[in-house]
Structures are given as C-alpha cells and as structure tokens.
C-alpha cells in the first residue's frame, strides 16, 4: 500500500470513499483477510479483559460474568454474520462486491474502532465526561464511514441503498443473536439460567 497506515486512517475519517477504494484496489489474499479478522478479534478481546479490570460491571448485568473465551466466540460470530449479511444483502440489492471486498473493509473498520476505543479507554479515565460525548461522536463517525464503505464495495452510487444493506446486516446480527441465546442460553453471557 503507497500510504501509511496512520494517513489511511485519517482518509478513514475525512474522505471515507477514497480510503474505501484504496483498501479495495489491493487483491488480499484469503489466508490474510481470516488472519487479519482473528487478529482484530483477538485485539478486541484483550481490550474487553482490560474494561473489565478497571470498570467492573455490577454482578447481574449482561456480560458481567462473561469469560475472554466466550466474549472471543460471540464477538467472531457476531462478525462473521455482520460480514455475510453485507455482502448477501448488498447483492441481493444488486451490489457487486465480492465476499473479499467486504471482508476488507470490515476488518479495517475492526482496527479502526479498536484503537479508538484505547483512545477513549484513556479519555474516560481522565475526563469521563468528555469520554462519553466522545464516543457519540464516534459513533456517528463510524456510521457515517461504513455507510460510504457499503456504498464503494457494492457500487451503489446511493447512500440510501448502503443503509438499506446496514439496515439488513443489523437485522441479521440480531437475529443470530436471538438463535445463538435459544441454542445456548444466558450463560453464554455470565448470567444464571434460573431466574
């Protein structure tokens, strides 16, 4: 890749089309695509671990009790269906990307947002006031830079069908969630099954 990783990133954040188009002109290979996504995963896990230890959930609120293994399972399948939701519902909508092509850029997201959320792991400890408008702002952000992303790999031309395809993806992630909890229960979550 000509630019680096740190202009990218801002690319990310001010012209999220053309940083979609830069990371869609590599040809990745498959092998790096599922490495780079354990990798983030595995990335996201750490950071999870680490929000534990220094903000402790209340005992009884979802994820409490959750372990690194089983935040890694639900985390990677929550991703995995986020993925093929984007690329079915994109294609569905007669988008044209590839299952490579969305993976791409889910990925980059992936890192993205997660030294973003060390940044605002950092901010909250010092000003968590500012923490939290932060991580509104964020998320708007993020929004905004998946909708263009949606929008480069199907060739839409529309933001409209990208929220539709976002729309669909979400729909679907929910819906695996729901099967993910009948199959397996609360405890998947770190709560008891007897209430």
């Not at 605002?120 to 964020?138: E, F, K, R, S, Y």
């Amino acid at each position: 890749m000509s630019m680096t990783l740190q202009t990218l990133a801002i690319q990310t954040v001010t012209k999220p089309a053309e940083a979609a188009r830069v990371i869609l002109s590599r040809d990745w290979p498959r092998e790096v695509l599922w490495t780079g996504l354990m990798l983030a995963m595995v990335l996201n896990t750490i950071l999870f671990v680490l929000q534990g230890i220094l903000f402790p959930l209340p005992d009884g609120m979802p994820g409490a009790r959750m372990s690194a293994t089983g935040y890694f399972a639900l985390f990677f399948a929550m991703q995995i269906v986020f993925i093929y939701a984007v690329f079915f519902a994109g294609r569905w909508m007669r988008g044209a990307a590839s299952l490579g092509e969305v993976m791409a850029l889910m990925i980059w997201i992936q890192y993205l947002q997660f030294v973003l959320h060390v940044g605002l792991l950092v901010v909250v400890m010092i000003a968590p006031g500012l923490g939290g408008m932060l991580n509104i702002v964020a998320t708007v952000v993020a929004f905004f830079v998946m909708l263009h992303f949606i929008n480069e790999a199907h060739g839409f031309g529309s933001l409209m069908k990208s929220f539709g395809v976002l729309l669909l993806a979400t729909l679907a992630v929910a819906v695996g969630l729901t099967i993910l909890f009948s199959m397996f229960g609360l405890s998947i979550l770190g709560l008891s099954t007897n209430v």
